[in-house]
């Protein structure tokens, strides 16, 4: 919060001079695809960096190998130049080396830097040539590829970044990392994607910037599904998201209920806005009043779309709608990690706003706050300062807000909280999608990914999330009309200032070179009940930057920071590592007759009351409803949605007297603790008979090697816990709690 409101300034000019800088480290084109470029040895003027990574390495391969035979070259490193050279790298490389050899003790010798070779002085005074021991110059290849690997440049495959290159080839430069436009035939640390997780296949190791399934979880239906699900068991916590309908399936639902309301109240005039499922940048969007104006939808594709409640008093400036882009990183998935930007943007409407009425309810300009759209108004105001225009800083909205006496604190700890609470309620239908894709036990990417959360406030300051963006725009040109009618892309100092720093800070994050804590650390970091998370002290954020040339990351921290209250809202990510666990093979996504039955049997779930015909008659009831609502589905079974249903139901059955979170919480611990005594016995089993497997092996028999489908009991017990006590706090406010 203090960096946001005190020191929120990212130097803009600062960052250029950076840029500048780090324009001076090459692209090292030898190994950019295609196949055919030349090898790094022609290359004339090897940068520094490419030197400390790969050719260190092949100095001392040569060293062992052919380079003894030719003397002459022994003094060039493979890019062609003397080690003694180097502006940074060498320097440091040659003192290592003459330090190595130094410690030999032979007197009267001398050593050539970087050669390997060593002249010692024959009582005749002339010198001859030795060559140090194999251990010596082994022990000096090493300390070399010590210091080239920890001097290494991050690699960045930047070859299908699309239109966030500008801003990531800026920001790679801030960081004199190393681009491959081209792409790399060898791997490289970091892959940036576009559009999805798919835009390289076949990636087996490093990090790619897409969550596989990301972009399917946050189309409008499965996000509305989603939130919905959250509704149902926690309706308080989840009350930022505007009541939505989705059609066809539910037109019925939507048509009586509002019927109705009118009905019992005929001064209730609330008006919808309908949104086609695929749709973006306001396509296809359109505001009704009553559900007999929905649109006749043709071709199936159009027929799916969400009708949501239209929030008709929002928080206007200078008379004018707006509405936030708030850039989230989700830096992991397990263990769960989140940051949002310290700066966001605030995009503006151009028309002055009016409550919805018949007559202004196709004005576009007046109710949507696209900017793809508000673009092509004659109002639209183009400016290069970050608090004016049609385009600001959400800090310049901020202040300006603060001025007016709002208490913007309060704002923004809501906003964290809308944040988290959106990112659990999507995280359990992602880590069907991962597993899927990376199975565990399969070489496979990392993954983390930038989401664009639109959100809008009301005229009582109440954030409302609107949509989350798989994939925001990361362009830093805007569309501007140059001449009448011809559009040119001019660059966009507000896009350039949030987007690189959003850009370049997530690079930094993600840097290879960070440890990572454990899993368990973080979990047990989370779960523990002991001091309360300092929530007023900034917390010092990690950065890669060992100069501090760097300015502070402009990306926050809030999860695992605000773990203690929030995790309690876990509960259907414990439901998705149950459906993983029984899912069976790997790959797969959706459960079938025999695995529901199966997970129905390990968990004892069925008795006289509820045999294992009813069971069928269940798997059947709901998987054939659920493939009437996802038509597109590719496999048959039941899908994770499908399979929350089920287990809401046999929670209901099973503890009819409780809530249904309190229901579902029971059935969970039945189910856990079931599959902890099985595991138990598998245990005892497998080690009977397997007294003579290694360690390692043991445990993946029990599906503890991935915490996905295993988290210990304790851990899992201290979620109950978290879950127990937080319903016993409440209603003293969250929101006191995160403020930061
Ligand atoms: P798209 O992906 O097409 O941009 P959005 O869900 O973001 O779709 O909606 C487009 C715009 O419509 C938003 O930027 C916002 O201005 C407006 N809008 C969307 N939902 C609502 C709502 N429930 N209440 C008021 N305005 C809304």
């Not at 995009?347 to 919805?356: A, G, K, L, N, S």
């Amino acid at each position: 919060m203090s960096d946001l409101y005190g020191k929120s300034t990212v130097h803009l000019e600062r960052m250029k001079s950076f840029g500048e800088d780090a324009e001076k480290v090459d692209v090292d084109t030898d190994e950019q695809m295609p196949a055919s470029s030349p090898p790094a040895s022609v290359s004339p003027e090897p940068s520094s960096s490419a030197i400390a990574g790969t050719d260190a390495s092949n100095t001392c391969k040569q060293g062992r190998g052919k380079s003894r035979g030719k003397p002459g070259k022994d003094d060039t490193n493979s890019g062609g130049k003397r080690v003694s050279d180097l502006p940074l790298h060498g320097t440091v490389v040659s003192a290592h080396v003459g330090r190595n050899l130094n410690r030999l003790g032979h007197e009267g010798t001398l050593h050539i830097k970087g050669t390997g070779r060593i002249l010692q002085s024959e009582t005749n005074g002339n010198y001859v040539t030795i060559h140090p021991s194999k251990h010596i110059q082994d022990t000096r290849c090493e300390d070399t590829l010590k210091i080239a690997r920890k001097r290494r440049p991050v690699t960045v495959d930047t070859s299908k970044a699309k239109t966030s290159l500008e801003a990531l080839k800026l920001s790679i430069k801030q960081l004199k990392w190393k681009e491959f436009p081209l792409g790399r035939r060898t791997a490289c640390d970091i892959y940036w994607h576009g559009v999805s997780f798919h835009d390289n296949e076949h990636i087996a190791s490093g990090q790619v910037n897409k969550f596989p399934g990301m972009i399917e979880m946050l189309r409008k239906i499965n996000l509305s599904r989603a939130m919905r699900t959250m509704q149902e068991l926690f309706p308080e916590e989840y009350d930022f998201y505007p009541r939505s309908w989705i059609l066809p399936e539910e037109y019925q639902q939507f048509f009586t209920q509002i019927r109705m309301v009118k009905k019992n109240d005929a001064t209730v005039n609330s008006t919808f806005i309908v949104k086609p499922d695929g749709g973006s940048q306001g396509d296809g969007i359109y505001l009704i009043r009553d559900p007999g104006d929905l649109k006749p939808m043709a071709g199936s594709q159009a027929k799916q779309a969400v009708v949501q409640e239209y929030i008709q008093k929002p928080l206007l400036i200078d008379k004018l709608k707006f509405d936030i882009r708030l850039y989230v990183l989700i830096k992991s998935m397990e263990p769960l990690e989140i940051y949002i930007a310290k700066e966001g943007l605030t995009r503006f409407c151009t028309e002055p706003y009016q409550e919805p009425s018949q007559k202004n309810l196709s004005h576009v300009f007046m109710h949507l706050t696209n900017y793809s759209l508000n673009v092509h108004s004659s109002n639209f105001v183009h400016s290069d300062s970050q608090n004016t225009g049609s385009k600001r800083t959400l800090s310049s909205v901020l202040y300006r807000l603060a001025a007016k006496g709002v208490d913007i604190k309060k704002v923004w700890s809501d906003i964290i909280s809308l944040v988290i609470k959106t990112v659990i309620a999507v995280v359990p239908e992602l880590k069907v999608f991962y597993q899927a894709d990376i199975p565990p036990g399969k070489p496979g990417p990392t993954c983390f990914q930038i989401l664009g959360f639109d959100i809008l406030l009301m005229k009582n300051l109440k954030p409302v999330l609107l949509e989350v963006n798989s994939n925001p725009s990361m362009r830093i040109e805007h569309e501007q009309e140059v001449a009448p009618g011809v559009f040119e892309y001019v660059p966009s100092p507000v896009d350039e200032e949030v987007k690189v720093g959003v850009i370049r800070d997530t690079l930094r994050l993600m840097d290879p070179g960070h440890k990572k804590p454990s899993v368990f650390q973080m979990r047990a970091g989370g779960f523990e009940h002991g001091g309360e998370i300092p929530m007023e002290a900034e917390t010092q954020e990690r950065s890669s930057d060992e100069g501090g040339a760097l300015p502070s990351l402009c990306l926050k921290q809030v999860y695992p920071k605000y773990t203690k209250q929030f995790n309690y809202l876990r509960l259907l990510e414990r439901i998705a590592v149950l459906f993983i666990r029984f899912l069976g093979v790997k790959g797969n996504m959706r459960l079938g007759p025999t695995a529901f039955r199966t997970f129905i049997r390990t968990c004892k779930l069925s008795n006289s009351n509820f045999t294992m015909a009813s069971v069928d008659i269940l798997y059947i009831d709901i998987t054939r409803r659920w493939s009437g609502a996802m038509p597109d589905s590719r496999e048959a079974g039941m899908g994770l949605q499908a399979f929350v249903e089920a287990f809401f139901y046999l929670a209901g059955r099973r503890f009819k007297s409780l809530l249904l979170r309190d229901q579902v919480l029971s059935l969970l611990e039945l189910c856990e603790s079931q599959l902890e005594l099985q595991s138990g016995v598998e245990d005892r089993r497998s080690a009977s008979c397997s007294r003579a497997l290694p360690r390692a092996i043991k445990t993946q028999t029990l599906g503890l090697s991935n915490p996905l489908l295993g988290s210990p009991a304790p851990l899992r017990r201290a979620a109950s816990q978290d879950y127990r006590l937080h319903h016993r706090l409440k209603p003293r406010t969250l929101r006191a709690n995160v403020e930061n």
